[in-house]
């Protein structure tokens, strides 16, 4: 007996989409303003794309972009004040010990508020969270 399991049947649902991507007529229900699209067809004619693939390739990694934005934020509130402190000055490399002597608490106390953070986001180690949300503006904990 064949099992299709889901993720074997991505690379030809990503197939067929682009496929009828290429074949359909473009799309005129969301008109891209004339510096945009003179862009758009320059860049497709540069990667030898057909413009409404490149398009549509651009626009879904937009909002996949904006989704992982969203996603981050509402972790970002669901961390406590004292939380978001220590996260901030670690993405702004602060050290466990640098961090507790800017708070007025012990570095076993920040380790704490690290690990939680961490566990919030689903992350394993301060480099991740530095990847993740480092490109932040955290000026303002200084």
């Known amino acids: 007996m064949f099992y299709i399991i889901p993720s074997m049947l ?3 649902q990503d197939l067929f989409s682009r496929l009828r991507l290429t074949l359909a007529p473009p799309d005129s229900s969301f008109p891209l303003e ?17 413009p409404q693939e490149l398009h549509a390739d651009l626009l879904a990694s ?3 972009r904006r989704q992982v934005h969203t996603d981050l934020v509402q972790r970002w509130q669901s961390l406590s004040p004292r939380e978001q402190e220590v996260a901030a ?3 702004r490399n602060y050290t466990n010990r640098q961090v507790a002597a800017r708070l007025g608490v012990s570095p076993e106390t920040v380790k704490t508020h690290v690990r939680n953070t961490l566990v919030k ?3 394993h ?4 969270l530095r990847m993740a949300i ?9």
């Not at 180690?125 to 991740?128: A, C, F, I, M, N």
């Open 62 to 64: 937009a909002l996949a």
């Open 134 to 142: 480092g490109d932040w503006d955290f000026s303002a904990w200084d």
């Open 34 to 50: 004339p510096a945009l699209r003179a862009a758009l067809l320059q860049l497709a004619e540069k990667e030898h794309r057909p």
């Open 10 to 12: 991505q690379p030809f």
């Open 89 to 91: 000055l670690a993405c």
């Open 125 to 128: 180690g301060k480099s991740e």
């Open 121 to 123: 986001f689903n992350l």
